[in-house]
């Protein structure tokens, strides 16, 4: 079924739902798959926010990551800055590189800037702590909010 373009011209969707699985588009006359453990009718969407969270985990930098996953350097960054949704075939290979699950790089949330998403990751996978380390970790940040607190 045909749809109309901004500039007036009619567009036809893909007609191999093949193919546009692969360019990262919904065949048409299908809903995007859900994933179990949503309510229904929210997507997963990819989260740059995680993507980085993991790479950072791992001690991984962007070249050796889009190495191992065998992307472009390119798409790497474009993914991790929010402007490029890689396709399910390169999350895959993310994932996999990132000793991961694919969908743990996804979220319900349509926000590629929370800090929050990051930082869950990073307390979720951190190693544990010894009573000392959180000591010293603990007067840090107190000495952080000190100082923004005076600014």
């Known amino acids: 079924m045909p749809t ?3 500039d007036g011209r009619r567009r036809h969707p893909h007609p191999d739902p093949r193919r546009a699985a692969v360019h990262g588009r919904p065949s048409p006359g299908t809903s995007p798959p859900s994933s179990p453990g949503l309510p229904e009718g ?3 969407m990819f989260s740059p926010p995680r993507l980085r969270a993991y790479r950072h985990r791992r001690n991984l930098d ?9 992307i472009g350097l390119a798409a790497l960054r ?10 399910p075939a390169q999350i895959a290979r993310l994932a996999a590189a990132l000793d991961c699950a694919a969908p743990e790089l996804h979220t319900t949330a349509a926000d590629p ?3 929050a998403q990051y930082w869950a990751v990073i307390a979720a996978t951190a190693p544990p702590m010894t009573p000392a380390e ?4 603990g007067a ?9 607190r005076a600014a």
């Open 4 to 6: 109309e373009r901004r």
């Open 42 to 44: 929210q997507v997963p």
């Open 62 to 70: 962007p070249p050796t990551l889009a190495l191992r996953a065998h």
């Open 78 to 87: 474009a993914a991790e800055a929010g402007t490029h949704t890689p396709t």
């Open 113 to 115: 800037g929370d800090n």
């Open 134 to 137: 959180i000591a010293g970790t």
């Open 140 to 148: 840090i940040l107190r000495r952080i909010a000190q100082r923004s």
